[in-house]
């Protein structure tokens, strides 16, 4: 059987919910793709906090925000303030970060995770 790859908004969740759509779905391991882990609504998404919780469940959890986030500190990937996808898909450090993920799925079920509900407003 091979691994699976999903993607996961963390949105407005109670932390017991999110764990449990995590486990509902084999998800051993997580892959942060925000570029700025934190959230001042939900605080249990804050990156230390969401860390420790998901190992207490048996989930890795990987912070992936510089190589796969949204707003990368590259000057070049923006026009105006504005991101422009393609030249941050081009970046060495987003392929290095797909790598990583490709890699994993050789071995875990994974999660992309981001903030919004939902996927198709999101970057992920």
Known sequence: MSNQLYTIGHSNHDIDKFVALLKGHGINALADVRSMPYSR???????????????????????????????PRLESCYVHGKALYERIASTENFKQGIKRILDGTKKLDIALMCAEKDPIVCHR
């Open 41 to 71: 609504h939900t605080p249990h998404f804050k990156q230390k906090p969401l860390k420790s919780i998901l190992q207490r469940y048996g989930i890795r959890y990987v912070f992936l925000g510089q190589e796969l986030g949204a707003r």
